[in-house]
């Protein structure tokens, strides 16, 4: 079964420009989708095949996907991104999520 | 505005049934996709089950296939999730979410419903 892995946490200063990893064989090949969540919230998808916002998104948020690493970048961060974010791909029938990273904002 | 509401959680006995609701409101129900995600305790994020939007196509996870029925009544609005010979893992929330596109990924979710599988 396909597998994509994520850093545990990406710690960020306030301000400055995150970025999250999704890796994943051949993920470069694969639409890739990100959602945040915030603690006792449902997910938000943010980030739609590789590179698109949902209506409603920031346009600090971005992604981009080539090889074997999809990136969700977060620019001018603020303390209201901090969040866990999760990639996802669908594979083989099956929707299939990394294991999530938590981001800290410092 | 587009809406998710889940229920039917609650405490279950390791080995036993409990059927899951999710209604819809504010879109055409009937023409999307829908999927059920789970999140267990302090866990991530875990696809659980698809099903188009006629029910003519149907997809499960490993962990739960055999085990979990998706179902749909486009009339009601309502998509289902019949839960059997549930275990200690199964404990999760359950959201239900709906399909933007053929690219499967998902642009509405719902509040979740937590689901309790403890002897």
């Known amino acids: 079964s396909y597998e994509l892995s994520q850093p545990l946490s990406v710690s960020v200063a306030l301000g400055q420009t995150a970025r999250i990893t999704c890796g994943g064989n051949?993920?470069?090949?694969?639409?890739v989708h990100w959602y945040q969540q915030k603690p006792g919230q449902a997910p938000v998808l943010v980030i739609y095949?590789?590179?698109n916002r949902p209506s409603g998104i920031p346009e600090r948020f971005s992604g981009s996907n080539s090889g074997n690493t999809a990136t969700l970048t977060i620019s001018r961060v603020q303390a209201g991104d901090e969040a866990d974010y999760y990639c996802?791909?669908?594979?083989?029938?099956?929707?299939?999520f990394g294991g999530g990273t938590n981001l800290t904002v410092l | 505005e587009v809406q998710l509401v889940e229920s039917g959680g609650g405490f279950v006995q390791p080995g036993g049934s409990l059927r899951l609701s999710c209604t819809a409101s504010?879109?055409?129900?009937?023409?999307?996709?829908m999927n059920w995600v789970r999140q267990a305790p302090g866990k991530g994020l875990e696809w659980v089950s698809y099903?188009?939007?006629?029910?003519?196509?149907?997809y499960y996870a490993d962990s739960v296939k055999g085990r979990f029925t998706i179902s749909r009544d486009n009339a009601k609005n309502s998509l289902y999730l019949q839960m059997n010979s549930l275990r200690d893992e199964d404990t999760a929330v359950y959201y239900c979410?709906?399909?933007?596109?053929?690219?499967?990924?998902?642009?509405?979710w719902g509040q979740g419903t937590l689901v309790t599988v403890s002897s």
């Open positions: 979410a709906r399909t933007r596109d053929a690219y499967n990924y998902w642009d509405y």
């Open positions: 504010g879109f055409t129900f009937s023409s999307y996709t």
């Open positions: 099903i188009s939007s006629g029910s003519g196509v149907i």
């Open positions: 051949n993920i470069g090949n694969k639409n």
């Open positions: 095949r590789d590179s």
């Open positions: 996802q791909v669908w594979d083989s029938s099956k929707g299939v």
